[in-house]
């Protein structure tokens, strides 16, 4: 792998572009809400504008319609009350005036005004004002008077037209009112504030979805890059707690899976180093035990043979003439002689153990030596009350091996056997031929071994019986492997154990 696409697949760069990402979708979906909201914005502007535009453009229509009535009065004889009534004038005109230069009503849409005085323009030209010119007329319009008696809710706009005429100078006032513009432009305001309250409501409604989610999709990573980081702490404290039988399961191209990685290798190097550490304090103990055998050899051996023939020739020379006292006398004896043996033995693990294999090789037929060292145990099984059977299936069954040791490799585990079954059993012997190799299996109905115990029946000094060293068995597995072969155990508590030795055959080694 390149280190461009390292560096593409590495834990930093797939953070920034995760966190650029996030940056990019949210600058996006806000961009597109805001343009959203600009453009229905501005529909509503538009569609307020044109409806305020329609409604000013119908005022004007209106002020027109009005001053056509007007300018068509002056020629008649008719008063414009008679002719519209106030229901059918323009909806935006409230009154239609003709007055004299001096002032005086001649005539109006509004019945009572007519012959009145009303303020005009000083200047004689054409103006504009917002004002009611009816305002403080006696005896004016009732209907008038009490429709716009507030005086400023109907928002009055008077247009003061001057007309020349054959009989002389006229103005035409037209009043009108605001209020339908006004609420007009009041209801478009209205409805852009609402607008704009639904649309900051979006807004705010879109922005708090953009940071839930980003917040969910934070966490879900963020918890997804953080798990492999508290596997590996997990891990250290095992490794610290000295469970090493386990791999960091992590399969990433980042930095992480680099360090899961070299976390392994690590977990690798320090088991090897374990191991060694202890083939080495193996190596140290054998050589201890190897030069402190020498010295039990010259010690011990000697004058356990002294005693051991001292008792024989005090058991015949020195036995009193008495049956009981007699029968006493060699019971004590045959107990010394017994443990005597037994100190015998604990010395012939010792020089086994730390002696190198200096094998009598020849032809063993293992049947029979399953014979002899069943014969050996069978006084003491006797006593305890356990069965001895032996499975001898007829075929010959032979290995090229050093017969002394092999009975000793059988009989160490013939004598455990024995011991885990202080209340009487069973202990079978099958020997059978598999591929090659002779297969010895010796069961017993005993305690069993524990299963924190069963990985360690076979290392030196380690016994679950407070007599002994602890090296029968380890002396049994190194004369197996001596032979080329190997040893097995299988148990359950309370229910027994099994030992299969395999040896290689002896037509194989021919």
Same mark, same amino acid.
């Given at each position: 792998?390149?280190?461009?696409?390292?560096?593409?697949?590495?834990?930093?760069?797939?953070?920034?572009?995760?966190?650029?990402?996030?940056?990019?979708?949210?600058?996006?979906?806000?961009?597109?809400?805001?343009?959203?909201?600009?453009?229905?914005?501005?529909?509503?502007?538009?569609?307020?504008?044109?409806?305020?535009?329609?409604?000013?453009?119908?005022?004007?229509?209106? @002020? *027109?319609?009005? =001053?056509?009535?007007?300018?068509?009065? /002056?020629?008649?004889?008719?008063? %414009?009350?008679?002719?519209? &009534?106030?229901?059918?004038?323009?909806?935006?005109?409230?009154?239609?005036?003709?007055?004299?230069?001096?002032?005086?009503?001649?005539d109006?849409?509004?019945?009572?005004?007519?012959?009145?005085?009303?303020?005009?323009?000083?200047?004689?030209?054409?103006?504009?004002?917002?004002?009611?010119?009816?305002?403080?007329?006696?005896?004016?319009?009732?209907?008038y008077?009490?429709?716009?008696?507030?005086?400023?809710?109907?928002?009055?706009?008077?247009?003061?037209?001057?007309?020349?005429t054959?009989?002389?100078?006229?103005?035409?006032?037209?009043?009108?009112?605001?209020?339908?513009?006004?609420?007009?432009?009041?209801?478009?305001?209205?409805?852009?504030?609402?607008?704009?309250?639904?649309?900051?409501?979006?807004? @705010? *409604?879109?922005? =708090?979805?953009?940071?839930?989610?980003? /917040?969910?999709?934070?966490?879900? %990573?963020g918890?997804?890059? &953080?798990?492999?980081?508290?596997?590996?702490?997990?891990?250290?404290r095992?490794?610290?707690?000295?469970n090493?039988?386990?791999?960091?399961?992590?399969?990433?191209?980042?930095?992480?899976?680099?360090?899961?990685?070299?976390?392994?290798?690590?977990?690798?190097?320090?088991?090897?180093?374990?191991?060694?550490?202890?083939?080495?304090?193996?190596?140290?103990?054998?050589?201890?035990?190897?030069?402190?055998?020498?010295?039990?050899?010259?010690?011990?051996?000697?004058?356990?043979?002294?005693?051991?023939?001292?008792?024989d020739?005090?058991?015949?020379?020195?036995?009193?003439?008495?049956?009981?006292?007699?029968?006493?006398?060699?019971?004590?004896l045959?107990?010394?002689?017994?443990?005597?043996?037994?100190?015998?033995?604990?010395?012939?693990?010792?020089?086994?153990?730390?002696?190198?294999?200096?094998?009598?090789?020849?032809?063993?037929?293992?049947?029979?030596?399953?014979?002899?060292?069943?014969?050996l145990?069978?006084p003491?099984?006797?006593?305890?009350?356990?069965?001895?059977?032996?499975?001898?299936?007829?075929?010959?069954?032979?290995?090229?091996?050093?017969?002394e040791?092999?009975?000793?490799?059988?009989?160490?585990?013939?004598?455990?056997?024995?011991?885990?079954?202080?209340?009487?059993?069973?202990?079978?012997?099958?020997?059978?031929?598999?591929?090659?190799?002779?297969?010895?299996?010796?069961?017993?109905?005993?305690?069993?071994?524990?299963?924190?115990?069963?990985?360690?029946?076979?290392?030196?000094?380690?016994?679950?019986k407070?007599?002994?060293?602890?090296?029968?068995?380890?002396?049994?597995?190194?004369?197996?492997?001596?032979?080329?072969g190997?040893?097995?155990?299988?148990?359950?508590?309370?229910?027994?154990?099994?030992?299969?030795?395999?040896?290689?055959?002896?037509?194989?080694?021919?």
């Open positions: 792998m390149s280190d461009k696409v390292k560096l593409l697949m590495s834990f930093r760069a797939r953070l920034m572009l995760l966190l650029t990402s996030f940056l990019l979708l949210t600058s996006i979906l806000v961009l597109a809400l805001d343009n959203w909201a600009r453009k229905r914005v501005e529909r509503v502007i538009v569609t307020q504008t044109e409806q305020i535009t329609d409604t000013v453009n119908k005022g004007y229509g209106d @002020l *027109a319609e009005a =001053t056509n009535i007007g300018m068509q009065s /002056l020629d008649s004889n008719e008063f %414009i009350f008679d002719v519209i &009534t106030p229901d059918q004038l323009p909806r935006t005109v409230e009154g239609i005036i003709i007055a004299k230069e001096d002032g005086t009503i001649r109006s849409s509004l019945k009572g005004v007519v012959g009145k005085q009303i303020k005009l323009p000083e200047s004689q030209q054409f103006e504009v004002k917002s004002e009611d010119p009816l305002r403080g007329v006696a005896e004016w319009s009732e209907d008077a009490k429709e716009h008696a507030a005086g400023e809710e109907h928002l009055p706009k008077t247009y003061y037209h001057p007309i020349r054959t009989e002389g100078k006229f103005w035409i006032v037209i009043v009108t009112t605001q209020k339908s513009i006004i609420n007009k432009i009041e209801a478009a305001s209205e409805r852009i504030a609402t607008e704009n309250r639904a649309l900051s409501n979006y807004r @705010l *409604a879109a922005t =708090t979805g953009v940071l839930v989610i980003a /917040l969910a999709l934070a966490v879900i %990573i918890w997804r890059f &953080t798990r492999p980081i508290n596997e590996l702490v997990v891990a250290a095992r490794v610290a707690a000295g090493m039988d386990f791999q960091v399961d992590i399969n990433r191209p980042d930095e992480v899976g680099e360090l899961a990685n070299t976390f392994n290798e690590m977990i690798a190097g320090l088991k090897s180093k374990r191991e060694l550490e202890e083939k080495l304090n193996q190596a140290e103990r054998s050589a201890v035990i190897g030069r402190l055998t020498q010295s039990v050899a010259h010690e011990i051996r000697n004058p356990l043979n002294v005693i051991n023939l001292s008792i020739h005090a058991s015949t020379r020195y036995a009193p003439e008495d049956e009981a006292r007699r029968g006493q006398f060699l019971r004590i045959s107990t010394i002689k017994d443990e005597i043996a037994r100190l015998k033995h604990l010395v012939n693990d010792l020089l086994n153990y730390g002696r190198p294999a200096q094998l009598a090789v020849e032809r063993v037929d293992v049947n029979r030596l399953v014979s002899e060292t069943m014969s145990v069978r003491q099984a006797d006593e305890q009350g356990v069965i001895i059977t032996v499975d001898d299936p007829g075929l010959p069954s032979e290995v090229i091996g050093d017969r040791r092999l009975k000793s490799c059988l009989s160490n585990i013939a004598i455990n056997a024995l011991q885990a079954m202080p209340n009487g059993g069973r202990l079978s012997t099958r020997v059978a031929q598999s591929n090659g190799y002779i297969e010895i299996d010796m069961s017993d109905t005993g305690v069993g071994i524990s299963e924190e115990s069963i990985s360690k029946v076979f290392e030196p000094y380690f016994s679950t407070q007599a002994g060293f602890g090296l029968g068995l380890a002396v049994t597995r190194k004369i197996v492997e001596e032979h080329k190997s040893i097995e155990v299988s148990s359950q508590v309370n229910q027994g154990t099994t030992f299969t030795v395999r040896l290689p055959a002896a037509t194989n080694q021919s």
